[in-house]
């Protein structure tokens, strides 16, 4: 009888995203995770049952600031971080690169959902497989061609910066051909796929009736 009147408690299971149809490798009360058929690419939703640990929801730069940090932290660089909206709920969307052993890079695109006791965390991961460095090469041809970079000694010149902050020189940062104007060009390279991916994660994302009743992330 008493559980009737059981209070429902926001867990993993509080939301819901398209998978894909991509086979399940990991389902416990932590993450949810697919694999795409090919394995170089994995989406996960992500619940931590603890308060978050960003400084911020409200201050872009700060944000940036705090991110650009982490990440470099561990020989990573920035790609993106944004502040938007989902059903009135405020989220940050990060994308960031991590070199590979041997050659290439894994993107890692992320959409933060802060709540004042938790938060979740819905991820692509994609790897670059295969010839890496193709799309760089071609982009940089181009923009040589069209006098928009340079060579020197030390390789390409206003080739590379942090997307927001071109005083900072820390880790691999953004190259040129990483900007999303490119992505049509390289439908299957993995920052376009971690950037499409992302989308779809975002625009089928639903929510069930208990996070109504969550406290918000208001710092």
């Known amino acids: 009888m008493f559980s009737l009147f059981r209070r ?19 389902d416990d009360k932590s993450i949810i995770q697919w694999i795409n058929p090919e394995q170089t690419i994995s989406i996960s939703v992500n619940f ?56 290439g890079m894994t993107y890692i695109g992320s959409l933060t959902f802060p709540f004042k006791t938790c938060s979740f965390v819905f991820k692509v991961q994609a790897v670059e497989i295969g010839i890496t ?29 942090d997307p927001y902050d071109n005083n900072f020189k820390d880790g691999p940062l953004m190259n040129k051909s990483e900007q999303y104007v490119y992505d049509i060009e390289f439908p299957d390279h993995p920052l376009t796929q971690a950037r499409q991916i992302l989308k779809q994660i975002e625009m089928s994302l639903q929510w069930k009736p208990v996070v109504e009743k969550v406290p918000v992330f208001e710092e």
Do not use: C
Request: avoid cysteine; hydrophobic fraction near 40%; proline fraction near 5%.
């Open 8 to 26: 429902e408690i926001i867990n993993i299971n509080s939301v819901s995203i398209s998978d894909f149809g991509w086979a399940k490798a990991k």
């Open 48 to 103: 931590f049952e603890k308060p978050p640990d960003i400084p911020t929801i409200k201050n872009i730069e700060t944000l940036r600031s705090f991110y650009r940090h982490l990440i470099s932290g561990v020989n990573g660089g920035l790609i993106e971080v944004a502040l938007s909206e989902k059903d009135t709920r405020p989220f940050i969307k990060t994308i960031f690169k991590l070199p590979q052993e041997g050659s």
């Open 133 to 161: 460095g193709m799309r760089e090469a071609l982009i940089a041809d181009k923009l040589i061609s069209n006098k928009m970079i340079s060579v020197d000694e030390n390789g390409y010149s206003n080739w590379s910066a």
